[in-house]
């Protein structure tokens, strides 16, 4: 399996559009995040994880010219809204593809996105909705999933073999961080050291990563708040900020 970071920043991006605010060292590229989501290849099959909204330039960057399917953690617009990027995927490979997602993402996502799902007199539809479930199986490929709490929203954990992704995460519901234990890799979101209402702070996390004992954790989702160096100094051992282009094989 192998395993690419498309993009590492929050919301706004890393730097900031109107370059007054942050504190990171503009002179180092790993500062420069674009909004997250994550490539997986395995058994001959590539999986998305979140259309961002620099989806294309994260394809062209990655050499990256097809995609069997898309995995949506949550609604929110840095997550979702570079779907129509995937139209070119559809157009280059003559297919439709499916793109899994949480029950209460089915209906906006079909509002929001009619003529990429259903179609309309000028586009015909290049990806088709399917409802997650917490065991999907593509090819022989497992894909585990299930909630963690964003704030006033949840959004999806993701699972396979041996690696986990966790974006935009504020905290576990019961007993779910178990799932994730006997980790070689987990990608997992961190905003910026303090908390904020929908996600975990850097203390909150290193606690979940000294409970599971990852053999690797790597941040993702990070604001110009977080510079790559300074946090790296913070980081314990095996756990480090990722950056845009970062890649892994397990």
């Known amino acids: 399996m192998k395993i690419k970071i498309l993009g590492c920043g ?44 620099d989806l294309r330039q994260q394809l062209y960057n990655a050499k990256c010219t097809d995609i069997d399917l ?73 894909i585990k999933s299930f909630k963690h709490n964003h704030g006033s929203i949840d959004a999806q954990t993701f699972r396979i073999g041996n690696f986990a992704y966790s974006t935009d995460l504020k905290k576990f519901y019961n007993k779910d961080i178990d799932k994730l234990k006997n980790l070689d890799l987990w990608i997992v979101g961190l905003l910026r050291y303090d908390s904020h209402p ?20 790597i941040f993702t989702h990070m604001t110009a708040l977080l510079d790559e160096k300074e946090l790296l100094s913070k980081c314990p051992a095996n756990v480090y900020p990722g950056y845009d282009g970062m890649e892994f094989k397990l």
């Open 70 to 142: 898309v995995l949506y953690t949550h609604i929110h617009s840095d997550h979702t809204s570079g779907v129509p990027d995937m139209r070119a995927m559809s157009l280059i490979n003559n297919k439709i593809i499916p793109a899994y997602m949480p029950i209460e993402m089915i209906k906006e996502m079909q509002q929001c996105y009619k003529f990429i799902f259903q179609g309309d007199k000028d586009y015909s539809p290049f990806m088709e909705i399917k409802k997650l479930k917490n065991l999907l199986t593509y090819k022989n490929i497992k």
């Open 198 to 217: 929908a996600h975990a702070g850097f203390e909150q996390i290193i606690e979940y990563v000294n409970y599971l004992k990852p053999k690797k954790t």
């Open 10 to 53: 929050g919301s706004f991006g890393s730097p900031l559009a109107w370059n007054k605010y942050g504190k990171i060292d503009i002179n180092n590229k790993r500062n420069f995040r674009t909004r997250s989501s994550l490539l997986i290849e395995i058994n001959n099959s590539k999986i998305l994880i979140d259309t961002s909204p």
